[in-house]
Structures are given as structure tokens and as C-alpha cells.
């Protein structure tokens, strides 16, 4: 990622706000806690929990054609307002077939998506799969099965 002009990396403070699209109306959002001192930031230790309907078909809808918005700021400085350093998208459709999304996503200058500005790894984990077969309800597959050995080769 890089740094903005008048600013070194070990002074950089940032956070992430972060917008949910469900409920359509009012979009659930939040935000992380701030990160100072490098360009590499770690928000670890981050348990942000969003309200679901499973049942909603609604719900499903929205989350198979929309995106989670990540979007950087760091402070400008004593009384100035935040400045945006990126902003990041990443899609919830595999939260339809997985309980778990874990990638590292490109961080664009603005919503426009022109240049990539860096990355931003992602960890979003549910207790299961949106979709219609429950974790309960899969089949495990055999995926190797040996019957036995033949000793047709002899090693004289």
C-alpha cells in the first residue's frame, strides 16, 4: 500500500470501515480498531458479527450478487478529518457452498477500480453454508480405496 506525501509509514495510523449490504434498506457496518506505525497492518483479534436471515430469500439473493465494501482511512492529522486510502470489494457468493472465505483482495485508490493500490486479507467465517444442503445433511465421498496386492512380481 502506499503512503500518502507528508506522512512516513512508522506515523501512518489506519482503520477499516467495513459496510455489510443486508438489510438493503439500512446496510450493517462497523468499523475496526486503529492500526499505527506501518504500511502492513494487522486488525487481528477482530470479531465483527452481522445479523443473518437464513430463510430469507431475500437474504440469499443479496448476498450471492452483492459485495462486502472494506473501505481504508487514516487520520489526516490533529482536527482534520480521515482521509480514504483505499477501498476493497469482496463477493459473498462462496458463502452460498462454504462457511468460510478467506483471500487476499485488491485495494483500488477509489471505487472506480482503475489501479490496484495493494492488498487486504480477508477472513469471513459463518456456521454454515447459505445454501440448500446443510452441513449435516453432505455425503462424504471415498476418494481411495485399495482391495489388495497382487505378488506377481518376483524380485530374482
Known amino acids: 500500500m502506499h503512503v500518502p506525501t507528508g506522512f512516513t509509514s512508522a506515523a501512518l495510523q489506519t482503520y477499516v470501515i467495513y459496510e ?6 439500512t446496510p450493517q ?6 492500526a499505527t506505525g506501518s504500511t502492513n497492518a ?8 452481522f445479523q443473518l436471515k437464513r430463510t430469507d430469500k431475500k437474504n440469499q439473493r443479496l ?6 465494501k472494506l473501505t481504508i482511512y487514516y487520520k489526516a492529522g490533529f482536527l482534520r478529518t480521515d482521509k480514504q486510502l483505499g477501498v476493497a470489494f469482496v463477493k459473498l457468493a462462496p458463502l ?7 483471500e487476499s483482495v485488491d485495494v483500488y ?3 472506480h477500480r482503475k489501479k490496484p493500490e495493494g492488498k487486504l486479507e480477508v477472513k469471513i467465517r459463518i456456521k454454515e453454508a447459505m445454501g440448500a444442503e446443510k452441513a449435516s445433511q ?7 480405496v485399495i482391495d489388495h496386492f497382487d505378488n ?3 524380485l530374482e
Open 20 to 25: 455489510f449490504p443486508f438489510p438493503p434498506e
Open 29 to 34: 457496518s462497523g468499523r475496526t480498531r486503529l
Open 42 to 49: 494487522e486488525y487481528d483479534e477482530q470479531a465483527h458479527k
Open 63 to 68: 448476498i450471492d450478487r452483492k459485495d462486502l
Open 96 to 102: 452460498l457452498k462454504t462457511s468460510i472465505i478467506h
Open 109 to 111: 485508490e477509489n471505487d
Open 138 to 144: 453432505l455425503i462424504s465421498q471415498v476418494w481411495l
Open 152 to 154: 506377481a512380481v518376483n
